[in-house]
């Protein structure tokens, strides 16, 4: 899977890069950045589905 983020409608709030740290920081704005990519290693799917289910812009998706 991999993790996208829709930059349209980000509002940069960071609730995603506390619930998904191991891939996700913040730039000085606060808005996502990926670490090392968009592919989701296996053992953070669990953890990337929560981001998704609790970005409050829906700016998160998982694609296969
Ligand atoms: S939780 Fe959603 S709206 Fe908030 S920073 Fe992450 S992607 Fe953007």
Do not use: K, S, Y
């Amino acid at each position: 899977m991999r993790l996208h983020i829709d930059w349209t409608a980000c509002d940069g709030r960071g609730v995603c890069t506390e619930l998904l740290t191991e891939m996700l920081t913040e730039d000085d704005w606060g808005f996502p950045v990926l670490r090392n990519g968009d592919t989701v290693p296996p053992p953070l799917d669990g953890a990337a589905r929560r981001a998704v289910d609790r970005c409050p812009m829906l700016a998160l998706r998982l694609v296969t």
